[in-house]
């Protein structure tokens, strides 16, 4: 059942993204200002480069003042090392990905380039509008 509907309906296409070069505290308020938990890390090409978590803006934070330096840019506090997924994905199979990897979400990427993202609350609803 779930994995029957086009699951490129539930994908966010304009999800937040931030340049390596912003600013740590300009990539904070962005993620304040959206009410989102991270975003997606992109360069000047469309390339999925990193990552950024409510969690590694903390460890800017923390990293900062412990060293007497608080500040930088994006690109020193992402998480480099980034799971992503085709637009041909079931529900379910972005569902498990989602979980296993404990992630909250998932860049999509075709022909090398990044088109959107998947999320927990994506699938949530997708879910949600499949059982009703």
């Known amino acids: 059942m779930l994995s029957s509907p086009d699951t490129r309906d539930y994908m966010t296409v304009s999800p937040v993204t931030l340049s390596p070069s912003t600013g740590i505290y300009e990539a904070i308020q962005a993620l304040l200002d959206r009410r989102i938990s991270g975003a997606t890390v992109v360069d000047e ?44 994905k079931t529900i379910l199979d972005v569902a498990r990905q989602l979980v296993d990897g404990h992630r909250r979400r998932l860049p999509i990427v075709k022909d090398g380039k990044f088109v959107g993202q998947y999320s927990c609350r994506s699938m949530l609803r997708a879910v949600s509008e499949l059982t009703k």
């Open 45 to 88: 090409q469309g390339n999925v480069v990193g990552v950024i978590s409510e969690m590694d803006c903390l460890r800017a934070i923390l990293s900062g003042t412990y060293h007497g330096q608080v500040g930088g840019t994006v690109g020193d506090y992402m998480t480099k090392e980034v799971e992503s997924v085709g637009p041909e």
